[in-house]
Structure formats: C-alpha cells, structure tokens
C-alpha cells in the first residue's frame, strides 16, 4: 500500500537552514504537500508541488521533488525560533482529496 | 468565518461508552473527513465524505460511524469505546477535487480509560 516516511527529529540553530525530508512509495502521487502542526492546535498547510515540478519557492521556504527516487525535501531559510513545530509530509493521488501523511518531524530550533 | 469547528476539546470516556465528536465548517465544503493522530504515526485517516448523503470509510474505520447530513456538518461516532481509540481527532474540508487546501479543525483529545 502507499506509505511515506519521515525521520522524526531534526535539531537546528536559529538562523540556520533546516531541511526536512519525505520519501513516498506510490508514483501516482499527483500531489505533495508539506503541513505544519504547533503544540495543541490542528495542521496547517505550508506549500505544496504538483508532481510535474522539480522546486517551488516561497519566501523563505524551497520544496525539492525527485520524482525517480520518489523523495521530497522542505527547506527552510533562516530558521527562527517560531519555526519549531511538527512538519508533515503528506500526498494526494488520483482523483480524491485523500491524504497519506508521514509520521511527522519534530523540528527544535536552539536559540 | 469560523472556518473548521471542533467539538468537544478535550473527552475523557469509560470503555463501552459511546459520544459522538463534532465537527462544522461554515466554508460550504463538499469533502469532509475525519483523521485520528497517534504518536509516532502521523494522521490516519477514518472515513470521509465527497457530499450530504456520501460517506465512504478510510484507512481505520473500524469502531467508528459517520453521517452526512448536511454540507455543514460530519459527525463522528464512537459506539463502544477502547482503549485503543485513546487519541487526537482531526476533522478536514476542502473543496473536492485534488490539489487543494484542506483546512484543519483544532483537534479533540479523546482519552478511553
């Protein structure tokens, strides 16, 4: 079945950049997004890439998809302490609005 | 524009108990969907509905019911409550068709002791 991986934890200093990674198993992925979740509230979406683009930029956020080795990456520029939260990688395919998360990354920004 | 409503925030449930976990949204959505998150296993998704009247199950549906009455309204039930439905429930809508955003309740946190 379809399933998408993320590492769990990333630790970074502020101002850093922070580059978190997803790989995905289904190819028929259409569309791959990228949520962020702060302490006790719902997920919000970041940005997302339709599968025929290799990047998207947007402001301090980059999004790199290698659609051969089925893997998507999030970076973030400037990394600030307001940055700190659980990010999910999630992806959509077919004619559905269904999504498949990724386990989530803890990102801890030091300050 | 309340966007997405949740209700209740937080329920604490006996085993073999039933509740029912609410959820509005005021953006005239057609898809709505109900994902439940645990630790170390991202959000999975349970059932969702593409209109009123159509609801169709997820990835863990079992244990759980669900209705669509309304564009408005996506109730979650819980017939008979485990242990192993100890976790946080999001409700979502967007605006059917793929690429679009979906937008998040702010979660309940059910506790099944």
């Known amino acids: 079945g379809e399933d998408v991986e993320q590492s769990l934890f990333l630790s970074v200093r502020e101002g850093d950049s922070s580059v978190i990674n997803c790989t995905y198993t289904d190819s028929s992925s259409t569309y791959l997004y990228w949520y962020k979740q702060e302490p006790g509230a719902g997920l919000q979406l970041l940005t997302y890439i339709f599968s025929n683009m290799d990047m998207k930029q947007d402001q301090r956020l980059t999004v790199l998809l290698n659609k051969k080795d089925k893997h998507l990456s999030l970076r973030i520029a400037d990394t600030q302490t307001g940055d700190s939260a659980i990010y999910f990688c999630a992806e959509s395919g077919g004619a559905t609005n269904k999504l498949i998360f990724g386990t989530g990354t803890l990102l801890a920004v030091q300050p | 524009n309340a966007g997405v409503t949740q209700t209740p925030k937080f329920q604490v449930l006996k085993t073999g108990q039933s509740m029912t976990l609410q959820c509005a949204q005021d953006?005239?959505?057609?898809?709505m969907s109900w994902y439940r998150q645990d630790p170390g296993m991202g959000l999975r998704l349970i059932h969702y509905?593409?209109?009123?009247?159509?609801?169709d199950q997820g990835e863990v549906p079992n244990g759980y019911n669900v209705s669509r009455s309304t564009t408005e309204d996506f109730p979650l039930r819980l017939l008979s409550a485990a242990p192993s439905q100890t976790s946080v429930y999001f409700c979502?809508?967007?605006?059917?068709?793929?690429?679009?955003?979906?937008?998040f309740g702010p979660g309940t946190r059910l506790t099944v002791t």
């Open positions: 979502a809508s967007s605006f059917q068709g793929e690429g679009g955003e979906q937008y």
């Open positions: 953006m005239n959505h057609e898809y």
């Open positions: 509905s593409v209109g009123a009247g159509i609801t």
